[in-house]
């Protein structure tokens, strides 16, 4: 039977109704990044610098009073392959072997699993870290945000409620340049620890760090970098992590206090048992009882 005798594949009115809301949606989230990129969004919470009224335009100004979203992030539609690939992972965990395609030393690929597979919290969890590290901040606070994206967006959602002279300075440290629309952005990659502005070092009362990896290697280069970012003087220290990696998170981060707490983040998707780490206690956690000392 040659091809032109074949009948035409038609699909059913499911598979249509499927097919016409991933456009929709791929549509949405194509056109919320593109006001991101050309500086309309980014304005709302930026704490980074004042824009004047008479330089802003109708259809900006309405895009600012719109909260922001990691679903304009969540999945690069350029690099399908890729996000489909991903999901050959057993149970939602990272291993060696699962991330041996797309290496892990660095490059957009492994943030790529970072971003799109292992950090976006639940709403829930994102705004509940984001009010820690509110808790106290004034015009004068500086706040990291290490490999957080989604506390990060929290975090600017937050910040448009607040009159523009309170709000505090933001600092994105990412990987994945498609955040680079927003100004807060800084370039990450944790296999150069150190290779970041000088004038950051010392520089953040409040911090939340957040490796994409299990492993010694990635926790420590990430406590590196935490510690060389912070004030020496009382910064306030959130890191989440697995919990098998208590023992390594005590001996990373003793120095600066930081034990696990009750509040376990939650993830969409991710089958990880996940601590939070913190060198304090708040309304949200208390220090757990249950981790050896």
Known sequence: MSFEDEEPISLSSHALAALAEFHAE????????????TGAAPRAGAGLGVVEPEDEDPVAEDADDQPLSMAAFTEDWNESQFWVRKTTCTNNVLSSSCLAPFGTGGGDRWHGIAIGFWDIFLDETAFALADQLLDGASSSSTIGVVSTPSVFIALKNRLRFWPIEDRPKLV?????????????FVFYDFQRPLQLPAHL?????????DPPFFSNDCQTKFALTGRWLVKPKSPRVIVCTGERMATIVDKLYRSLGVYATTFEPAHAGLSNHYYCYANFESSTWDWRSDVSD
């Open 26 to 37: 791929k549509d949405a989230h194509e056109k919320t990044f593109e006001k991101l990129r």
């Open 172 to 184: 994105l440290f990412e990987h994945d340049h498609r955040f680079s629309v927003f100004p807060e």
């Open 201 to 209: 070092k010392g520089s953040l009362d409040n911090i939340i760090i």
